[in-house]
């Protein structure tokens, strides 16, 4: 039987990748896969929570994370192509249009 | 025995190829590299006994996301970056020092002793006998039919926003 806090480091490792990549990328689109992999670190958690703990709604809750993640893909990357057309790149510090 | 060697194996992918993700000067490496990390996490749900968590995650994580990720990736003609890191100086600071108080915590998890609570009414052996699907489904549409049905609606307005965005002229 692998220990429980075993999982929970796990997920806590994958999490701080994700909040690396998240606040030191420059690439809109790596920016976004960081927080896809923040997504799954929760989910590695519920998961695991779930099965120590005998319950089943930690599987539902990443039913539903789940699709939040696959709504948030859809309208996130419309909106990077829509911000790639006006403004002909992806980098992040290029985008001051709200900056004052 | 195996199972430990399999997490240990599976874990190991997973960080690796998560760090391999947020280093990749190539954006279609870094999502080829996500994939593989979503493969391996597949595999720990599979430990977890929670296989159609797994599937899932293989069908929706590294099929339909990251095939929308690609496919946004080759229709915006990117170049290698040449520059990895932010220039904002306040913005490099504040990340790693999120970085570090998040790898304190790992240390505080190590450390602290768990799960002294209640335990739910869903033990593995009897979720393994009636299936771990047919469990799922049932909460689903019993327990949590009004989130379940919230989520189509959810996913409507994904749709509605994507096609609005994507027009020519916003």
């Known amino acids: 039987m692998i ?19 998240f606040m030191l990328r420059r690439n809109i689109i790596v920016i976004f896969m960081s927080i896809e992999l923040m997504l799954n670190a929760a989910n590695l958690a519920f998961v695991a929570f779930s099965r120590y703990l005998n319950s089943m709604d930690g599987q539902i809750f990443v039913f539903f994370v789940m699709s939040v993640a696959a709504a948030e893909a859809a309208v996130g990357l419309a909106i990077i192509m829509a911000v790639y057309r006006t403004k002909e790149t992806v980098n992040a510090d290029e985008l001051n249009l709200m900056k004052w | 025995m195996i199972e430990t060697a399999l997490f240990i194996v599976l874990a190991v992918v997973t960080v690796t190829t998560a760090i391999l993700v947020i280093v990749q000067r190539n954006p279609v490496a870094s999502a080829i590299y996500l994939i593989i990390t979503f493969f391996c996490l597949g595999g720990i749900y599979l430990l977890l006994n929670a296989p159609f968590i797994a599937v899932i995650q293989v069908l929706v994580y590294a099929g339909a996301i990251m095939v929308l990720f690609l496919f946004v990736i080759m229709l915006l003609n990117l170049e290698k970056e040449k520059k990895l890191i932010t220039r904002h100086r306040l913005q490099k600071i504040l990340g790693a ?24 009414k869903f033990p593995p052996e ?17 327990d949590y039919l009004l989130p379940f049905e919230i989520t189509s609606v959810l996913l409507l307005v994904a749709i509605i926003g994507a096609i609005v965005l994507a027009k020519r002229q916003i």
């Open chain 1, 3 to 21: 220990p429980f806090s075993s999982y929970l480091i796990l997920s806590a490792a994958l999490f701080t990748v994700g909040v690396l990549g």
């Open chain 2, 97 to 120: 020092f999120l970085g570090i108080i998040l790898l304190a915590q790992i240390g505080m998890i190590f450390r602290s002793i768990l799960l002294e609570g209640s335990r739910g």
């Open chain 2, 126 to 142: 009897q979720v393994a006998a009636v299936g771990n699907t047919q469990v799922v489904a049932r909460l689903l549409f019993t």
